[in-house]
């Protein structure tokens, strides 16, 4: 029987709560209906897949090709769906301040899945892997362009602390490796708990 670590605790109360508090916000902001009650379980579904990513790459150095790949094919699929029935200028309010809009999140994604790309290319997968480039699509599919500013600076500033901590922890600076995908789910996390 495999044990639960203190990491996997946390990362499950974490999840727990912020799930909580999503769905707390979501039929707060919004009158109880079947449509509430789908944004709700989608959203817990979500938060659950990128917090299980998270994990994954803090503790394999890798990201989950399947779950990843699933995930972004899902939210592609539900972002032109939306786009197609109800046109480029359709957008849901999640709670109070969270605009979906499949319009945003395409160009948001553009933006970021050519950038993460481009900076596999240019240092040829040793700063980012193509993994990182999924996950930064599903975080482009899920923010939308409104939050990608705010989304770069909480995923970058908080990257670099850790890196930070392992600098002086370890007391070298070459060979240090950063697992990429907790600061970027961090970054959508935060986003959602601010803005929902």
């Not at 605790?9 to 079947?34: A, K, W």
């Not at 959203?43 to 990201?63: H, N, Q």
């Not at 899920?142 to 990608?148: F, R, W």
């Amino acid at each position: 029987m495999k044990r639960i670590t203190p990491l996997k605790s946390f990362l499950l109360l974490l999840y727990l709560t912020t799930s909580l508090y999503y769905v707390m916000r979501v039929i707060q902001g919004n009158p109880l209906s079947l449509e509430t009650l789908l944004l709700s379980l989608i959203g817990c579904i979500l938060i659950g897949s990128l917090f299980y990513l998270a994990y994954f790459d803090l503790k394999e150095m890798s990201v989950h090709n399947i779950i990843s790949l699933i995930l972004m094919l899902f939210l592609f699929l539900l972002n032109l769906s939306i786009y197609f029935t109800k046109g480029s200028e359709y957008s849901i309010l999640i709670g109070n301040n969270f605009v979906f809009s499949p319009y945003q999140n395409f160009l948001s994604t553009i933006i970021l899945g050519s950038i993460s790309q481009l900076i596999v290319l240019v240092t040829k997968e040793k700063a980012l892997g193509l993994g990182d480039v999924r996950i930064a699509i599903i975080c482009g599919l899920l923010i939308g362009y409104q939050n990608l500013f705010l989304w770069t600076n909480i995923t970058v500033f908080s990257a670099l602390f850790y890196g930070l901590i392992l600098v002086i922890k370890k007391k070298r600076f070459k060979g240090i490796k950063i697992p990429f995908v907790p600061f970027m789910v961090l970054g959508v996390i935060i986003i959602l708990l601010l803005k929902v």
